[in-house]
């Protein structure tokens, strides 16, 4: 089925599902009250779990679209469900961190047991091996990233329509790498999430109706780092690690930068600031509707340097990644990212 069709019939189903999941928070109280938290945005209690209705529309479009499902997409569904029950519970009862990282580990047990993992890395130098094996390093490695990415989506989860937006423009840039890297079945599959991030936003965008919460945070973040797992295949089977950390590079520096943010001024890694981009945009004198725009522009700046950085030569795209990097770390020590903010 082409693509396009897939992407339109995920955003129906969620365009559809999103009232009906916005009803099922309101009659469990499942509701973010901004009162008591400085950190909070909105001023009036908003209903949580929007991200139940992205994961409906991507289960039922995936499943039922023509073919039978790869052992891979049957790992990553099921995986994406044990992440989406977790993130319901957090929502619902507000889990503690390691709570949260148990349902996150089994998720990514799903995947690994399926085959989705990461066993070979192109080579930074080229030459004669275009790929190394990392051997007994495959399985800790893909726990980090899955987890890793999870986590980073979560975090920029700040603003209306943030997350998912930033979301769905590193689904469309990993869905043109998954075109380039002929994977055809993965740009379906990502084909099928960004329709379903598509039909949710309208209700998420500023002024939002309905929250994705940890649900949908959690689970886009887990959708994306398994995905581009798949999707990122360069030469030889070989995982363009740079590809995807370009892709899904804005929540990646945001969340990186808070760590050490965090550790440099002697605080809990775990603790929350207003340090965070969107926080920094705000302080400027931004609306949220700009602050948000602003980010989808770095997001999708990022995502255009990804798709680059899949066309050229493995030693070349891990130069155009330092070099990225490098500015990027510039400018948040310029304007002060690595300062403590209460």
Same mark, same amino acid.
């Given at each position: 089925?082409?693509?396009?069709?897939?992407?339109?019939?995920?955003?129906?189903?969620?365009?559809?599902?999103?009232?009906?999941?916005?009803?099922?928070?309101?009659?469990?109280?499942?509701?973010?009250?901004?009162?008591?938290?400085?950190?909070?945005?909105?001023?009036?209690?908003?209903?949580?779990?929007?991200?139940?209705?992205?994961?409906?529309?991507?289960?039922?479009?995936?499943?039922?679209?023509?073919?039978?499902?790869?052992?891979?997409?049957?790992?990553?569904?099921?995986?994406?469900?044990?992440?989406?029950?977790?993130?319901?519970?957090?929502?619902?009862?507000?889990?503690?961190?390691?709570?949260?990282?148990?349902?996150?580990?089994?998720?990514?047990?799903?995947?690994?047991?399926?085959?989705?993992?990461?066993?070979?890395?192109?080579?930074?130098?080229?030459?004669?091996?275009?790929?190394?094996?990392?051997?007994?390093?495959?399985?800790?490695?893909?726990?980090?990233?899955?987890?890793?990415?999870?986590?980073?989506?979560?975090?920029?989860?700040?603003?209306?329509?943030?997350?998912?937006?930033?979301?769905?423009?590193?689904?469309?840039?990993?869905?043109?790498?998954?075109?380039?890297?002929?994977?055809?079945? &993965?740009?379906? /599959? @990502?084909?099928?999430?960004? =329709? *379903? %991030?598509?039909?949710?936003?309208?209700?998420?965008?500023? #002024?939002? +109706?309905?929250?994705?919460?940890?649900?949908?945070?959690?689970?886009?973040?887990?959708?994306?780092?398994?995905?581009?797992?798949?999707?990122?295949?360069?030469?030889?089977?070989?995982?363009?690690?740079?590809?995807?950390?370009?892709?899904?590079?804005?929540?990646?520096?945001?969340?990186?930068?808070?760590?050490?943010?965090?550790?440099?001024?002697?605080?809990?890694?775990?603790?929350?600031?207003?340090?965070?981009?969107?926080?920094?945009?705000?302080?400027?004198?931004?609306?949220?509707?700009?602050?948000?725009? &602003?980010?989808? /522009? @770095?997001?999708?700046?990022? =995502? *255009? %340097?990804?798709?680059?950085?899949?066309?050229?030569?493995? #030693?070349? +795209?891990?130069?155009?990644?330092?070099?990225?990097?490098?500015?990027?770390?510039?400018?948040?020590?310029?304007?002060?990212?690595?300062?403590?903010?209460?």
């Amino acid at each position: 089925m082409n693509n396009l069709i897939l992407a339109l019939l995920a955003a129906i189903v969620s365009y559809l599902v999103t009232p009906l999941v916005k009803l099922v928070a309101k009659y469990f109280n499942i509701i973010d009250e901004p009162k008591g938290n400085s950190r909070k945005i909105h001023k009036n209690p908003i209903p949580l779990l929007g991200g139940l209705a992205i994961y409906i529309a991507f289960v039922l479009v995936t499943m039922f679209r023509p073919g039978s499902l790869e052992k891979s997409e049957k790992g990553i569904i099921l995986g994406a469900t044990i992440v989406l029950i977790g993130g319901i519970l957090d929502d619902a009862k507000e889990l503690r961190p390691w709570q949260k990282l148990i349902f996150q580990l089994l998720g990514t047990l799903c995947l690994l047991l399926n085959g989705v993992y990461i066993q070979n890395i192109t080579n930074p130098f080229g030459g004669s091996d275009s790929f190394f094996n990392i051997g007994t390093f495959a399985i800790p490695f893909t726990i980090i990233w899955i987890i890793g990415i999870t986590n980073a989506i979560n975090l920029i989860d700040g603003l209306d329509g943030l997350a998912a937006g930033v979301a769905l423009i590193s689904s469309i840039s990993i869905f043109f790498i998954a075109i380039i890297a002929e994977r055809e079945s &993965v740009a379906a /599959l @990502i084909a099928v999430l960004s =329709g *379903a %991030i598509i039909g949710f936003l309208p209700y998420n965008f500023n #002024p939002a +109706s309905i929250f994705m919460g940890d649900t949908g945070a959690q689970l886009l973040g887990f959708l994306l780092a398994a995905i581009s797992i798949e999707g990122a295949i360069k030469s030889a089977a070989a995982f363009a690690i740079v590809v995807p950390i370009l892709a899904i590079g804005l929540p990646i520096y945001d969340t990186l930068f808070a760590m050490i943010r965090r550790k440099i001024n002697g605080k809990p890694i775990m603790q929350a600031d207003r340090g965070h981009l969107h926080h920094r945009l705000l302080d400027l004198g931004l609306t949220q509707k700009q602050a948000v725009l &602003v980010m989808y /522009l @770095i997001s999708a700046c990022l =995502g *255009a %340097i990804s798709i680059l950085a899949m066309e050229i030569s493995t #030693p070349r +795209s891990y130069f155009l990644l330092t070099v990225v990097v490098i500015i990027v770390v510039f400018l948040a020590w310029k304007y002060g990212f690595f300062r403590h903010k209460d």
